[in-house]
């Protein structure tokens, strides 16, 4: 192993791994140093690109903080993710599909009561949502537990913004006939955080920073796969051309307006609101994979 | 693009690159993604996987500092820099070979004149270095530049140690003959930073962290190309398994152990001292290519 070139590399380094123990990471380095050597020999690329990537790579490493995840921008916004999460979800037809995760999941979200405003004083217009949790074999759910998180009317969540409460997020318990119901606001087409290095990667590649408006959930319960997923709002003209490669077409609902008025809750509402209703199917643990 | 799974994903990445001007911009990023895609699902990388490698990435970006390289470490560790040195390099035979760069360079290294000790109090045994900088075409090259950079006895460079003065690192001028002399210490064999998360990818993969004892310069004259390359001490345990795969044979050399006496500058020596003499061969601007 004293005469590496270009040609010997690739045989060179995958030798070195011949002793690894752990045979799944083995696999995963192999493919891994295989595609990236690849790439370079592919592309050429020159030692100034290099360290362009090197410095870009350092760059998302160092925008991350406790609440912003540059890599999994970079992820998203290379089609990684969905990927990634589609080959990990293959479900019978007819449950709700999953799409990406992303970056503003927070775990320990606070608990509401059905029926409770889990905008939490969020700006933007009120909004009812409601749906049923049921089993692609027909039966309801009851009891599923909902998490919920979403943007507010400028575009940010709550952890983009210095200190200040929860707000747009929060876990519920569907009811016993997997029913639920909460108040929020409506969503609204946003960019992702586009001041750091994946921003600027979009921009070089003429590629615009913006989402369709939607909302997040993460849908489990004893027996069934954990569905992670969005609604997407039915009209939003972001829809075709999501930052983060993220719709699916039976995601999409309609965010239904009503004047000022009376409101699902059995309030009134001095301004026009939205209702949404959305059912949420699951897939029984076991019956992950039907490729 | 409103219906994306693990098999349309791919295009829709690339669909949404169409429109990007800067061409080899594309053609890099087309390459990236379908490596990227494509090592994901020859892998059927899991969630779990994913997300320790976003882990992974983030803590790589987050432990590098204005004196530490991580992502260079990671590349040179999976063998993209030696190939991305390799196929910028193509030379004719006979011109002395590059190998990678490393982290350890800096580019405000004090000057010294011929003769001087760029070990500037480093620990390590003496050791006299000389050589020639000639061209493949048989000229001399006069007043070439020389950036010569190395580890000391315990296998640290100045920059990994806080503070201090520049050691073991300088700029030197070759004579009118192309001719260079300089005293320096003995290179020995050392880890590369393993404190980190490159460190922790090695164990993992069973590799062992130890570069062969080496001396990196850096070799710079108006009309030829730039040469960045170590010379390697013939007889070391670790040529063979170079964790950043940078040997060449043609860069491994002697470095003579004499004893206690009278040493090249015309001095003596309490202690036994060693001797490298090394020349290097350039090529002409405009040469590069021969592939």
Known sequence: MRNLNEETITQAVLARNHDMKDSRLKEIMTSLVQH????????R???????????????VGQTCTPTRQEFILLSDTLGLSTLVTAQNHRK????????????FYVDDAPDYALGDDVGNGMAG????VSGQVRSITGEIVPGAKLEVWQADAEGFYDVQRD???????????????????????????????????????????????????HLHF??????????????FREGCQYLDSDAVFGVRSSLIADWVAHPAGRTPDGASSD?????????FILNP??????A
Chains 1, 2 share one sequence.
Do not use: N
């Open 125 to 128: 217009e009120p909004c009812f």
């Open 218 to 231: 993460m849908v489990s319960a004893p027996g069934y796969e954990t569905l992670v997923t969005h609604v």
């Open 163 to 213: 200190g200040g409460p929860a707000q747009g997020r929060g876990r519920l318990l569907a009811d016993r006939e997997g029913r639920f119901h909460f108040k929020s606001i409506v969503a609204e087409s946003y960019p992702i955080p586009h001041d750091g290095p994946v921003g600027r990667m979009l921009d070089a590649m003429g590629r615009h920073p913006w989402r369709p408006a």
């Open 45 to 59: 690329l020159t030692e100034e690109e290099w360290a362009a990537g090197i410095q870009f790579l350092t760059e």
């Open 271 to 279: 301004t026009p609101f939205y209702t949404l209703d959305f059912d």
């Open 285 to 290: 643990v076991g019956k992950e994979t039907i």
């Open 92 to 103: 019978p037809p007819g449950c709700t599909e999953a799409t990406v995760f992303g970056p």
């Open 36 to 43: 990236l050597h690849a790439f370079a020999r592919e592309t």
